[in-house]
């Protein structure tokens, strides 16, 4: 397998060799100084790669001819964009219809007296809505992909995915598609809104409720699950900030917070009512009271701030980049928590900030991260404008890649980074490239075949002799240039017999194929 932290930034360090005097990594939040280091194409693939899912070469033309400040604005204040509303009428939220009360006596007394025929008609109720639960959500699954290709508003969809892995909820354990919907609506109306006000939300839905078991938690018996996640993997991070006790009275907090059926409940009777220690402060906490204290803590700056980093600028681990590097690293993340404070963890003016940073467009931070199987869908189609074929066919290479939509691992959500890479996905990755590029299904899986065709001609901008095409389309295709020997070798390819013979679309298809099956494209 591929040295990941050789091909990792590969482009940009041999960019910086070259130069008589390396540039310095910035190590706050300064703007980019566009006199020095122009916003040119690389620059603008790079931020629409980072702040959404990658573009087309006009699209790119356009961002880097209208400047930096534009294209920030134009990416971060995504409510300018036109968008298709996300409707409640798209799904069927009776699709889990609880049993009514008499049905439940009726199933528990035909239990007690082992009356399987009314036991069979009973469970058959529940059992056909599970089933219908599970094509509901493969449509989610679908609906969710399509909205990522299709949308004019890709940072919104992008913090959506974001927020997804952070606060991660599992279909499987939910048991209820209409609620994974709401919560991803949720993260959708949060996307770059009031880090707390989503918090403060996430504690009342009714998908993340059921998930960490917090409709069984009452008075006297408090069930620790929804405390424990909250402060640390959501707030402030494992082992930073809080001890058993802020947990365990946390806890007691959040008692009586339930739901019925789709909608927020607090039930006063199970809420424990007596005096709670939470960081070293005494009250009757809540749980809204419980996660403001968490939020009002330094380390939920410096924790969110670090999972932004990581997600948008470079996910390579700490050991393996330079002194330099990790100390620039540290010290931007530092800036950047210091940031959500001063702007009370508003998360637009934050990112704004962010991608119009010295420090997010150095060379080092180029090409750093490892694309996750959606951005590697989406961002394949959004790049080439490829048909996006069988939809259920993408969910199913997505969840074979280890990223099935509402399903992380677990509630800590997909690890990202070099967790993505193994030869296993490596090898669905490249089959699912090939089958957005022709239709043409792998053997080894039931996605369909589709006979749309796709043109790559409108990439290759008149293009004709190997070199300019191979030059063209790694322009095109990725963050950073390759290893000269790979790209040595696809220009032999193009210039072989075989290829000589070809029409013009089916060499411009091959060498975009060879292209993502290149290390490099993996990277972001």
Not at 62 to 78: D, E, K, M, T
Not at 364 to 390: E, H, M
Not at 496 to 512: F, K, L, P, Y
């Amino acid at each position: 397998m591929e040295n990941w932290s050789a091909i990792k930034g590969y482009a940009a360090s041999l960019t910086m060799h070259a130069m008589a005097t390396p540039p310095p990594i910035a190590t706050d939040l300064r703007p980019l100084d566009t006199r020095v280091h122009p916003f040119d194409t690389a620059a603008a693939r790079h931020l629409l790669s980072r702040a959404g899912f990658g573009g087309t070469p006009t699209q790119i033309d356009v961002l880097a001819a209208q400047g930096i400040v534009r294209s920030v604005a134009l990416l971060v204040n995504f409510e300018s964009q036109p968008e298709k509303s996300v409707s409640p009428d798209d799904f069927d939220r009776d699709v889990m219809p609880p049993l009514t009360r008499e049905e439940r006596e009726q199933l528990n007394a035909a239990r007690r007296a082992r009356d399987e025929s009314a036991v069979e008609r009973l469970e058959r109720k529940e059992n056909q809505a599970k089933a219908n639960d599970r094509r509901q959500l493969i449509e989610l699954k679908k609906w969710w992909i399509a909205r990522m290709i299709e949308t004019a508003r890709p940072l919104e969809e992008k913090m959506t995915l974001f927020w997804h892995g952070h606060f991660a909820t599992g279909a499987r354990t939910i048991e209820d598609s209409w609620h994974m919907f709401q919560q991803n609506q949720l993260f959708r109306t949060y996307a770059t809104g009031n880090f707390g006000m989503l918090v403060l939300n996430v504690i009342r839905d009714p998908a993340m409720i059921k998930y960490l078991d917090n409709d069984k938690s009452r008075k006297g018996r408090p069930n620790e699950n929804l405390a424990r996640e909250l402060l640390e993997l959501f707030i402030l991070g494992e082992g930073s900030g809080y001890t058993e006790e802020d947990i365990k009275a946390g806890a007691r907090a959040l008692t009586g917070y339930t739901f019925e059926d789709d909608e927020f409940e607090f039930r006063d009777g199970n809420h424990d009512r007596g005096a709670k220690t939470i960081f070293g402060k005494q009250g009757n906490w809540t749980g809204d009271e419980f996660a403001r204290l968490a939020l009002a803590k330094a380390e939920c700056s410096e924790f969110i701030a670090a999972k932004l980093y990581r997600f948008f600028v470079n996910d390579t681990p700490a050991a393996d980049i330079s002194a330099e590097q990790r100390d620039a690293r540290d010290a931007f993340i530092t800036a950047l928590a210091t940031e959500l404070r001063a702007q009370q963890y508003e998360i637009k003016p934050v990112l704004t900030k962010l991608f119009s940073s010295a420090h997010f467009y150095h060379l080092s931070n180029r090409a750093a991260t490892i694309k996750s199987p959606a951005q590697l869908i989406v961002q394949t189609v959004r790049q080439y404008g490829t048909p996006p074929r069988q939809l259920s066919a993408l969910a199913g290479a997505c969840d074979l890649m280890g990223q099935d939509l509402f399903q992380p691992p677990n509630v800590k959500g997909w690890d990202g980074g070099r967790t993505w890479i193994n030869t296993s996905t490596l090898f669905v990755r490249q089959n699912v490239a090939i089958y957005l590029l022709t239709g043409k299904r792998p053997d080894v899986y039931d996605w369909e075949n589709d006979e749309t065709r796709f043109d790559p001609a409108p990439l290759l901008a008149g293009a004709t002799t190997p070199d300019a095409i191979v030059d063209r389309l790694i322009s095109v295709s990725l963050s950073a240039p390759p290893h000269p020997e790979r790209r040595a070798a696809l220009v032999s390819f193009l210039e072989s017999q075989a290829q000589a013979r070809a029409t013009e679309h089916s060499r411009a298809v091959a060498a975009i194929a060879l292209i993502t099956a290149l290390p490099e494209y993996q990277l972001a």
